[in-house]
């Protein structure tokens, strides 16, 4: 939930998806990033059919087993499969962060685009709003609302989604308002075009390279806070099972079983390594001056 | 400048009168009752009364609001209704610990992901620069709090250098309190230093292609001399801005890393206060953490006139 | 002139990643002379310079001999070109807004190389910086030391970048495009700057330009530079005279291009377009906390008209508020006070549909051929967009047929309809502006600064083509230029605006003829020309044979 932003894309001459699929076989990060994103969600979807073990299946006989054959990730100190629970987990992780992009996306950028088209009191305000909500240290303010409406996915799903909100709107609004001064936008105007009509036209169709960027990076950090509110209990309940819960149980019991802190961490760090990998590859693909640079 | 300053404290102002309005709100209006919380579901109508006439829950939502801002303007944050003490003096106590917290891994943070940035941007593309790039992609891939029980595990537990956990108060001397900060400062500042080194050696690149460079170097200045003395200023000027951002990371990063390491700080007391309902305590804190965090962007708003002379005759 | 040259560039070959950019380029400059190096972009004349300084972009491999003051400079070592570079030769760009460290003051930015090459003390390293810049024009009561660049206007800081770069009284000096991003008034004034410089330290200038007339005037010799080749060099006057490559020819016609046109008839019937009192302020940030924020007038209290078929010039410097002015009449941007009227009507007064109408019979062509377009739409869309405004729903058949027609019309072909636009070079580009000013027959375009970004011969080729679709067409051109030989070649009648006010109007032959306002006066004075430089170095030439 950080303010990294996707640096202001100017629009790029136009690439089919073809095209840009030929351009990012091409790009060691995209490649990388899209294998490990891809192997994650497919992780998580499998989970919904088939996991190793029941992901809550207790058997106390098993506990704390260190990887083996039969589990290959070990087991947990009420034997559950530590496998079978990350399997779960990441459909959890994904779950999460994939609805608080959404609703930063659905909300901040019509605000941001509409702030940028009308501009005067209207675009004033709602930055003023923004610096507002940016005012509010992001974790603090999710740890409040989790606390306060109470713990648990949807919650988290809701508290992460706010602070995504003003990250959307500042990037839609800035590049928006970097093409409003553009000469095809007064060309569109002097047609009779109105805002509405360009801006969905115009403006959105070239800011959507820089929306996917972004999109990928606040998903990556929607993981990592995730994993951190279920980490202090605000987040996903039990029985599911979360990354960030595993590793709150297993701090407990580092001494004698690490291999219970090594795995859901892992699996943390493989899902935000694989994203940025991807954001990375997609914003050297869409922009042709930053691949120059490289 | 003065003029600008002005304005800005003006809005700094109106931005915490805001807050103030919102975090009241949100806290009392919106959860149960704090007396029923305290008290517990089977407490008596008459008791809970009593208690709520106590702690002037009784009163209209406006007055209550009035003398909760009063009583911030004139320092007096309330008193905890978990620990019956002011909440002043409980900040008092865990601030500490917080602050050398984090100014501690500011510190780490800053020097370690400078001379980074500058050294990937000067050889890029070179096997320096993938290095660090590549180490930096992991570095924020990693969530602090994992990184913080690994490094429990390996300095803590299988090398014993360290202690695992507590604070032994600044009483004890300034080494054991040390040896208690370094590793969660540790984790906190692996994040905050691969985002740095990463923006470092992105501003920097793109300066380096500033016309101004190029100039330089028509002088005569070497590459090395026009780098430090031309780019890395200008290059340093968004850089000023995240680490800005980062103190508010800091801040709220301690909610977590106190609870890995269990450190009375701020940001444990803040958490046991929202599991606690102690919501006297949450309101005065997230008032204070907000208005720290408003009043350091604002700081560096200000340096920013002293880095960059475009700024200074903002009006 | 006598022994060798002070630089001597023989056989130079340049590529770039791979791509050749010069090939085998000859170039001699002589002490105290003045080399003229003109081209169109892609030309290789800047990446000549870049050669000489040996700042090259990484991947870069020249081959040949540079031979400055006999030391090869290709086979001079990093340490040996520092000192070389600022002391030996300096250099002046083309960006004055960007060249300067926008940290820095100007102070330490003109003392820096004499600190670095002499080793000299702050204190003195300053005051040789202060008598510097009183030399280039920026006395201490003008100009203190302490200032930073962005305190500064344009011919400003190109003054400072040209301090810094004769600092060390360089034997030869670099200027690449120094006055492309001026005015013309201060374009000239650089330029005497430049002229007197090298006559007092009999310095060698490389004047690196795209723009024939300048260098014409300016320089002692001249290289023509095509494609990263040579293709004719000489003594200035000698290779106007016996011109004998086509480029050059060709170069030499479109830098004094007139398009044919044919004077429309004088028939008074109502204005097309009449603007009166036209005001148009921007608010500017508050100067104190409570005062009320100042406004800035960009466009004070404008008044003209124009009649049908006519075409009536704009022309002013940057910032004179003549894209403003277009805008407000384009019904982009309410006017403070005044109003528009077109075919008789209020802009400002009408409703949606009265306003479409209207829209209909004015189009626009801007300046940026890469702005232009939506990068993401092919042509059909592109060049359709105008047709949204059209009465009644065109189907898709229309549509083609029209833009189809259209694209004819300014020389395209209708298969280019289902390109984007990255495909087309910048003077096709403009082409395709045009055609979508044209497709819903407009009787006003609204032309702003439609050739400024094209290399000299496109610019021709796009000026016939405006002369020729009024011809055909009867249009009215409102063409806004900073560049009085663009406006002289295509208007009827030009407005010569200054701070946001008109301050000579008249017919373009007799404004241009006999100016009466000192401004106009000025700018015509300013302004580089061809025949009036030819001339006097042929006076000039006559008068040492005589």
Same mark, same amino acid.
């Given at each position: ?23 990012g076989l ?15 969600i /497919? ?17 106390? /006989? ?24 990350i ?5 959890n992780s994904?779950? @999460?962060?994939i609805? /608080? @992009? ?13 702030a ?23 974790l ?35 590049a928006?308002?970097a093409l409003?001064?553009r000469e ?5 105007? @002097? ?8 801006? @969905?036209?115009h403006i ?16 990556s ?11 202090l ?21 580092? /001494? ?15 899902a935000?390594?694989g994203?940025?990998?991807?954001g ?15 | ?5 002005l ?10 009168a805001?807050?103030?309005?919102v ?7 919106? $959860?149960?009752?704090?007396a ?5 579901v ?17 009163? $209209? ?6 003398s909760?801002?009063?009583?911030l ?46 050294l ?6 070179r096997?320096a ?31 014993r250098?360290?202690?695992?956990g507590?604070? $032994? ?38 300066t ?10 028509a002088?005569g ?16 000027i968004?850089?000023l ?19 890995v ?10 958490f ?19 208005a ?13 006139g002293?880095?960059d $002379? ?6 | %002139?006598t022994?060798?040259?002070l630089?001597?560039i ?12 010069l ?9 105290g002379?003045?080399?003229g ?9 800047? %990446?000549?310079?870049?050669?000489? #300084?040996? &700042? ?14 006999g ?8 340490p ?10 300096g ?22 190389g ?24 920026l ?21 400072? !970048?040209?301090?810094?770069a ?11 495009? +120094? ?6 008034t ?7 700057? &430049? ?6 330290h009999?310095m060698?200038l ?7 007339a300048v !260098?014409?005037d ?12 040579? !293709?004719?060099?000489?003594? *200035? ?12 020819? #060709? ?10 046109r ?20 921007? *608010? ?21 008209a ?24 384009l019904?982009?941007?309410r006017?403070?006070g ?7 009507d ?27 377009f939506?990068?993401r ?13 059209? +009465?009644? +729903? ?8 029209q ?7 300014v ?5 280019? #309809? ?11 580009r ?12 407009p ?6 600064e439609?050739v400024?970004?094209l290399d000299?011969?496109i610019r021709?080729?796009i ?17 806004i230029s900073?560049?009085?030989?663009v406006?002289?070649a ?9 701070d ?14 006999? +100016?009466?306002?000192?401004y ?23 008068? !040492?044979?005589?």
């Open positions: 939930m950080s303010e990294i932003f996707a640096e202001q894309t100017a629009p790029t001459e136009p690439e089919g998806p073809l095209a840009i699929l030929k351009k091409h790009n060691r990060s995209f490649v990388i990033g899209a294998a490990i994103t891809l192997v994650v /497919a992780m998580a979807l499998i989970s919904f059919f088939w996991t190793p073990y029941p992901f809550d299946g207790i058997e106390i /006989a098993n506990r704390l087993k260190t990887p083996n054959a039969d589990h290959w990730l070990g087991t947990d100190h009420f034997g559950r499969d530590v496998l079978s629970m399997m779960v987990g990441a459909r994904i779950g @999460v962060a609805i /608080a @992009v959404g609703i930063g996306i659905g909300i901040g950028v019509p605000a941001g685009t509409w940028a088209a009308r501009g005067g009191w209207i675009d004033e305000t709602l930055m003023r709003v923004n610096d507002f909500v940016f005012a509010f240290p992001a603090l303010s999710a740890v409040m609302i989790t606390a306060i409406f109470g713990p648990g996915a949807v919650n988290a799903m809701i508290a992460i989604g706010i602070f995504n909100i003003p990250v959307f709107a500042r990037v839609a609004r800035g928006a308002l409003w001064q095809f936008i007064l060309a569109a105007r @002097v047609a009779g075009k109105g805002p509405v009509h360009i801006t @969905v036209e959105l169709p070239n800011i959507l390279n820089l929306l996917i960027v972004q999109g990928t990076i606040q998903f950090l929607g993981i990592l806070a995730e994993a951190g509110l279920s980490y209990g605000l987040g996903t309940q039990p029985p599911n099972p979360s990354w960030g819960k595993m590793l709150a149980e297993a701090q407990t019991m580092i /001494a004698i079983a690490p291999h219970l802190a090594i795995f859901p961490g892992l699996a943390i760090v493989t935000v390594l994203l940025n990998l991807l990375d590859g997609l914003r050297d693909i869409f922009d042709p001056r930053l691949r120059r640079l490289k | 400048m003065f003029v600008y300053a304005r800005r404290i003006a809005m700094l102002v109106a931005t915490l805001v807050a103030t309005v975090i009241f709100a949100v806290m009392e209006v919106l $959860p149960g009752d704090p029923a919380l305290i008290l517990g089977e407490a008596r109508e008459d008791t809970l009364n009593a208690l709520r006439e106590q702690m002037g829950l009784n009163r $209209p939502l406006h007055v209550r609001y009035l909760w801002v009063t009583g303007l004139t320092g007096d944050l309330g008193t905890s209704y978990t620990y019956s003490v002011p909440v002043s003096d409980l900040i008092n106590e865990r601030i500490g610990v917080t602050l050398p917290l984090a100014l501690i891994a500011l510190t780490l943070s800053t020097l370690i992901s400078i001379p980074l940035g500058v990937a941007a000067a050889r890029h593309n096997v620069d993938v290095g660090i790039m590549a180490t930096t992609q992991l570095g924020i891939a990693i969530p602090n709090f994992w990184f913080a029980l690994l490094l429990v595990w390996m300095f803590a537990i299988t090398l250098l360290v202690p695992s507590g604070f $032994p108060g600044w009483d004890a001397g300034l080494i054991p309190c040390l040896q208690a900060l370094i590793l969660p400062a540790v984790a906190l500042a692996l994040p905050q230093a691969s985002i740095l080194t990463r923006i470092m050696r992105s501003s920097l690149l793109d380096l292609h500033d016309d101004y460079v190029r100039t330089a170097r002088k200045l070497s590459q090395r001399i026009a780098l430090w003395s031309h780019a890395v200023p200008n290059a340093l968004p850089v801005t995240i680490m800005g951002l980062q103190f508010s990371f800091l801040l709220t990063g301690t909610i977590i890393i106190e609870n390491f269990f450190l009375p700080g701020i940001g444990r007391l803040i046991q206060a929202i599991t606690q309902r102690d919501l006297i305590v949450v309101e005065s804190l997230i008032v204070v953490l907000v720290a965090v408003i009043i350091v962007n604002f700081l560096v708003d200000l340096a920013y002293v880095v $002379p475009r700024l200074r005759s903002r009006g | %002139m022994g060798a040259p630089l001597d023989k056989g130079l070959d340049l590529a770039i990643g791979g791509t050749p950019i090939k085998s380029v000859d170039l001699t400059v002589a002490e002379e003045i080399h190096v003109v081209g169109e972009s892609g030309s290789g004349k800047s %990446m000549t310079a870049l050669t000489v #300084m040996r &700042l090259l972009p990484v991947g870069s491999r020249p081959f040949g001999t540079v031979c400055f003051q030391l090869d400079l290709l086979a001079a070592n990093e040996e070109m520092c000192s070389i570079r600022g002391r030996d030769i250099m002046v760009f083309q960006e004055p807004m960007t060249a300067l460290n926008p940290v820095k003051t100007i102070g330490q930015q003109v003392a820096e004499l600190r670095w090459h002499l080793r000299l003390s702050k204190a003195e390293a300053e005051s040789r910086a202060r008598s510097l810049l009183d030399r280039v024009g006395p201490d009561a003008k100009l203190s030391l302490h200032r930073f660049p962005h305190q500064l206007s344009g011919g400003q800081r190109q003054r400072v !970048v040209i301090a810094m004769i600092a060390l009284n360089p034997p030869l000096l670099i200027a690449d495009e +120094p006055t492309t991003a001026l005015d013309v201060v374009q000239a004034q650089i330029l005497d700057l &430049l002229r007197d410089l090298v006559a007092e009999a060698g490389i004047l690196i330009s795209h723009d024939l !260098v014409a300016m320089a002692d010799r001249i290289t023509i530079m095509k494609d990263g080749t040579v !293709v004719e060099a000489g003594e *200035t006057v000698t290779l106007f005279e016996t011109m004998t490559h086509s480029y050059s020819k #060709m170069l030499l016609t479109a830098s004094t291009h007139q398009p044919d044919t004077a429309p008839d004088s028939a008074a019937e109502t204005p097309l377009l009449e603007v009166r009192d036209l005001v148009r302020e921007y *608010t500017l940030p508050r100067r104190t906390l409570f005062s009320k924020a100042p406004t800035m007038r960009a466009v004070d209290t404008v008044s003209f124009m009649e049908p078929g006519k075409s009536v010039g704009l022309v002013g410097e940057s910032g004179c508020g003549k894209s403003t002015l277009a805008r407000t009449i019904a982009l941007d006017p403070q005044g109003n528009v009227h077109f075919e008789g209020d802009l400002f007064a009408l409703d949606t549909e009265a306003l479409y109408e209207k829209r209909r019979h004015m189009q626009v062509v801007f300046q940026d051929p890469y702005g232009s939506n990068p739409h092919r042509v059909e869309r592109l060049v359709a967009e105008p047709l949204h405004l059209s +009465p009644t +729903p065109v189907t898709a058949i229309e549509r083609r047929e833009v189809a027609e259209s694209l004819v019309r020389g395209l072909s209708a298969d280019d #309809m289902d390109k984007f636009p990255h495909e087309f070079s910048g003077g096709q403009q082409r395709l502006a045009i055609a979508r000013a044209l497709i819903t027959h009787r006003l375009i609204v032309a702003d439609p400024s970004a000299v011969s021709a080729q000026l016939d083509l405006f002369a020729d679709m009024q011809a055909r067409l009867g249009l009215s051109y409102l063409f900073h560049d009085l030989t406006v002289k295509i208007t009827n009648e030009v407005l010569v605006m200054k946001g006010r008109i301050v000579e109007r008249g017919p373009t032959e007799q404004v241009f003829a006999a +100016p009466e306002h000192p106009t006066k000025a700018l015509l004075a300013a302004a580089p020309d061809l025949d009036r430089a030819l001339a006097r170095r042929r006076r000039a030439r006559d008068a !040492v044979e005589a």
